[in-house]
T-cell receptor
Framework: DQQVKQNSPSLSVQEGRISILNCDYTNSMFDYFLWYKKYPAEGPTFLISISSIKDKNEDGRFTVFLNKSAKHLSLHIVPSQPGDSAVYFCAASDTGKLIFGQGTTLQVKP | DAMVIQNPRYQVTQFGKPVTLSCSQT?????MYWYQQKSSQAPKLLFH???????NEADTPDNFQSRRPNTSFCFLDIRSPGLGDAAMYLCATDEGGEYTDTQYFGPGTRLTVL
């Protein structure tokens, strides 16, 4: 029973183009969503978050969109840079506990 | 810099030999978490402490125990490691405030069981 799903295990984009990472969830009680970035041999690093009362949050090159009716969120990175190559996890908060997706490996090609 | 530190970064143990993983934080956060992450899988929450209150996840095996002697430190004890316990173990902290659920992670400890 996976409450948070990232259906694309990997994504490859060209430097300078937009990267779009997707995440779906099943629990309508989730009220806070986060994206983490993870490099090999390091722990996840917090990237950006969004409350369920919003539909968009932007921080520099990173924008998270939330569609509550579709139970879907996405992370847009524009322009993508080679240093963005990493595993991206989405997570949803259930009374303070985080439920993670399986991750999407993003490769940004120079 | 305020941070979450995990020691050791790599731990090798033998089947059945007890092992302890360590986590410390300088963020002065109320909540500390332990996650297990296996390859290509989502991090799985094992348990967490809110201050001194221990909260175990229902599906965490009894083989896994935790101690939090003070605000800064939290330990994960694996009493009798099996081959299936080989994984990355991640420690995370959280302020514990009402309006934020952002967790901050340490670099992880990679556990190998021989």
């Amino acid at each position: 029973d996976q409450q948070v799903k990232q259906n694309s295990p990997s994504l490859s984009v060209q430097e300078g183009r937009i990267s779009i990472l997707n995440c779906d969830y099943t629990n309508s009680m989730f009220d806070y969503f986060l994206w983490y970035k993870k490099y090999p041999a390091e722990g996840p690093t917090f990237l950006i978050s969004i409350s369920s009362i919003k539909d968009k949050n932007e921080d520099g090159r990173f924008t998270v969109f939330l569609n509550k009716s579709a139970k879907h969120l996405s992370l847009h990175i524009v322009p993508s840079q080679p240093g963005d190559s990493a595993v991206y996890f989405c997570a949803a908060s259930d009374t303070g506990k985080l439920i993670f997706g399986q991750g999407t490996t993003l490769q940004v090609k120079p | 810099d305020a941070m979450v530190i995990q020691n050791p970064r790599y731990q090798v143990t033998q089947f059945g030999k007890p092992v302890t993983l360590s986590c410390s934080q300088t963020l002065n956060h109320n909540v500390m978490y332990w996650y297990q992450q296996k390859s290509s899988q989502a991090p799985k929450l094992l348990f967490h402490y809110y201050d001194k209150d221990f909260n175990n996840e229902a599906d965490t095996p009894d083989n896994f125990q935790s101690r939090r002697p003070n605000t800064s430190f939290c330990f994960l004890d694996i009493r009798s490691p099996g081959l299936g316990d080989a994984a990355m173990y991640l420690c995370a902290t959280d302020e514990g405030g009402e309006y934020t659920d952002t967790q901050y992670f340490g670099p992880g400890t990679r556990l190998t069981v021989l």
